[in-house]
């Protein structure tokens, strides 16, 4: 008699859209309009290639444009919509109007109190603090 075993969730590999350099809209009240992305955290790639960024990764990021007290400052941020399309694992191909991400501390706690715009499934599932913060999850 053969054992059965407990089928896994299949989840999809999104494809890595924001490379570091990448200038993205920021969709929350922290103060912050515009930040660059410096590096990913936790990203380790072949030698000489970019590193890049996908939703619900939390990057490393200069700002560029907003209050003067924030702009210049290097913050932790994670990206929570990106143009470029990625399937997920139902089948679907999901994409955003635009890049945005939210300001965070290292951990993963939002800086500002609301977020402007959609959230993405992925996102919100992997950071439960953006997911609170979020009007719209889709």
């Known amino acids: 008699m053969k054992k059965r075993r407990a089928m896994r969730q299949v989840t999809r590999r999104i494809t890595r859209a924001l490379p570091t350099g990448a200038i993205i809209q ?5 103060g912050a309009r515009l930040v660059q ?10 030698l ?3 590193p890049a960024a996908k939703v ?8 560029k444009k907003g209050t003067p007290k924030l702009r210049r400052q290097i913050v932790h941020a994670i990206i929570i919509r990106q143009k470029k399309p990625y399937k997920r694992s139902d089948g679907s191909w999901v994409y955003f109007e635009d890049n945005a991400a939210v300001v965070t501390n290292e951990n993963g706690e939002p800086r500002g109190s609301e977020i402007r715009g959609a959230v993405s499934k992925e996102a919100a599932d ?13």
Request: proline letters at 3%.
């Open 26 to 30: 920021v969709a929350d009240n922290s």
């Open 126 to 138: 992997a950071w439960p603090r953006v997911a609170s913060a979020a009007r719209v999850i889709s």
């Open 56 to 63: 619900g990764d939390i990057i490393v990021c200069s700002v």
């Open 37 to 46: 992305v410096i590096s990913v955290r936790g990203h380790t790639t072949r």
């Open 48 to 50: 000489r290639r970019q």
